[in-house]
C-alpha cells in the first residue's frame, strides 16, 4: 500500500496494532526471561486523557515502539 488519503486509517490501525503486539510480546519475554525485562520498561509515564466517563492512556516501551515499526514496514510492503 501507498500513503495515500484513503489508505491512513489503514496505516494507523498497522500502527495501533503492532504496538499492541508488540507490547505483548514484550510482556510475555519478560516473563520467559526476566533478565530481558528491559524491554518492558516504561520510556515515557502515562499520557492519558480522563472524561469521567472513559479514561485512556498509553505507556510507551521498547517492545511497543518496535511493534509500530514493524506495523509501518508490514504496511509499506503491502
Do not use: Q
Request: proline content about 1%; charged content about 15%; glycine content about 12%.
Amino acid at each position: 500500500m501507498t500513503f495515500e488519503r484513503e489508505n491512513i486509517g489503514y496505516f494507523i490501525a498497522f500502527m495501533l496494532i503492532g504496538g499492541i503486539l508488540g507490547s505483548a510480546l514484550g510482556t510475555l519475554i519478560a516473563k520467559l526471561a526476566p533478565a530481558a525485562s528491559i524491554v518492558k520498561a516504561d520510556l515515557t509515564g502515562a499520557i492519558g486523557v480522563n472524561l469521567e466517563i472513559v479514561s485512556f492512556s498509553i505507556k510507551l516501551n521498547i517492545a511497543a515502539i518496535v511493534g509500530i515499526v514493524a506495523g509501518i514496514a508490514i504496511f509499506r510492503k503491502l
